[in-house]
C-alpha cells in the first residue's frame, strides 16, 4: 500500500511518506517529543507558531477542557524563529521527516525576512503563514480581509521563498471569511497549498464561580471534534476551486475522519487537540489508518481523493 503523497514546492515538489501531520500549537516545539515516539513515522511535523519577537504567556487561564475539545489561550508565548533555527533545528530528525513551522508578523516585510531565514536554514522543508494574526484588539489589519491584499503578500512571500521551501497559507477561522476567496487569493500569488483550518473562538462558564474558565477575555481557541462537520464542509468547499493541495484540519481524530478529509479532496491532514489525548496517539492513529485502508481495499490515496460523491436519498 502507497501512503505517499507528493505537493508542489515552487516549481518543483516535496514528497511525504504519509499524509499525517501535526499542527500548530499542539505539538510544542517538535523537539519534545523525541523522546516520547518516533517522530519520523509521520508524514511531517509542525512547529508552534514564531513571531518577529519573543512573547510572554497571558497571565490568566491558558486552557481549559470543555464538550468535545479543549479551549486555548495562551498569547504570545513562544521563543523566536531565530532561536527556533540555531537552537532547536539541529536536534530535530529533519532528513527523516519534513519539519515545517508556522509564522506570524505584523508586516509583509517581517514575513519576508521569515522566510528567507527558513531557507537559509536548509533544514526547514515548509512554512505556513498564519491568517489568525493579528488577534483581535490589534490595530494592523488581517491578511485575509481583502483578497487582492491576501494575494500581494503572498507574490512577496513566494519570491521569498524562491522554489526552496513549501509555502502553504493557513486559513484564519472567522465566520466573515469566504474560504474560496481566500484559497484562489492564495494560489494566485503562488502559495503551494492551503491549510483549511485553525481553532474557533469559543467560551465556557463555570456557573459555581460565575466565572469564565479560560482566557483574560473570557474567550480563547476552541479545538476539538466538535468542529469536524464544519471542517470538512470547508475542505469540500476549498478543494472545488483550488489547483493546488489543500491541508484539512479541524476535529480529526480517528483514521476514518483522516480518509474522510481525503475523500472530501485533502492532500493532507493536520490533526492537533487529538494528538493531545494521549502520549501514543499518533503511533497508534497510523496503524489504524493502514488497517482501515487495508480493509477499503485502498492501495494509494490517488485512488480516493475527492471521490466523495452525492446519492440520492434511497426511495421508500
Not at 218 to 227: A, E, I, P, R
Not at 246 to 268: K, L, N, P, Q, Y
Not at 298 to 313: H, K, M, N, Q, T
Request: aromatic letters at 8%.
Amino acid at each position: 500500500m502507497d501512503l505517499s503523497v507528493t505537493v508542489p514546492m515552487g516549481a518543483g515538489s516535496l514528497t511525504f511518506k504519509n499524509p499525517v501531520m501535526t499542527a500548530s500549537g499542539t505539538f510544542g516545539n517538535i523537539v519534545e517529543y523525541l523522546d516520547i515516539f518516533d517522530i519520523t513515522r509521520l508524514g511531517a511535523v509542525v512547529s508552534n507558531s514564531f513571531l518577529p519577537w519573543q512573547g510572554e504567556p497571558n497571565r490568566c487561564r491558558r486552557f481549559a477542557h470543555t464538550e468535545n475539545g479543549y479551549l486555548s489561550a495562551f498569547g504570545i508565548n513562544n521563543m523566536t524563529l531565530e532561536h527556533f533555527i540555531a537552537e532547536v533545528l539541529p536536534r530535530l530528525p529533519a532528513e527523516d521527516v519534513p519539519v515545517f513551522v508556522n509564522i506570524k508578523a505584523p508586516t509583509r516585510a517581517q514575513l519576508v525576512g521569515m522566510i528567507r531565514a527558513c531557507v537559509k536554514s536548509g533544514r526547514i522543508a515548509g512554512v505556513e503563514v498564519n491568517g489568525n494574526f493579528p488577534y483581535a484588539g490589534r490595530d494592523e489589519p488581517s491578511y485575509w480581509d481583502n483578497p487582492a491584499e491576501n494575494e500581494a503578500m503572498f507574490r512577496a512571500l513566494s519570491a521569498a521563498a524562491d522554489g526552496k521551501v513549501v509555502l502553504w497559507s493557513k486559513a484564519a477561522t472567522s465566520a466573515k471569511m469566504i474560504i474560496e476567496d481566500f484559497v484562489s487569493g492564495s494560489e494566485r500569488g503562488g502559495a503551494d497549498g492551503t491549510v483549511l483550518f485553525n481553532a474557533i473562538p469559543g467560551a465556557r462558564i463555570d456557573i459555581e464561580r460565575r466565572a469564565f474558565v479560560c482566557g483574560s477575555a473570557g474567550f480563547g481557541g476552541y479545538s476539538g471534534s466538535g468542529v469536524k462537520p464544519f471542517a470538512l464542509w470547508r475542505c469540500v468547499q476549498a478543494a472545488r476551486v483550488a489547483s493546488r493541495p489543500v491541508i484539512g484540519s479541524g476535529g480529526i481524530t480517528t483514521a476514518e475522519d483522516v480518509v474522510e478529509f481525503i475523500m472530501a479532496g485533502a492532500h493532507m491532514v493536520q490533526i492537533g487537540a487529538a494528538s493531545m489525548s494521549r502520549p501514543d496517539y499518533f503511533p497508534r492513529l497510523l496503524g489504524d489508518l493502514q488497517a482501515l485502508l487495508e480493509r477499503l481495499g485502498v492501495r494509494s490515496l490517488d485512488e480516493i481523493r475527492g471521490c466523495a460523491r452525492v446519492e440520492a436519498a434511497p426511495e421508500a
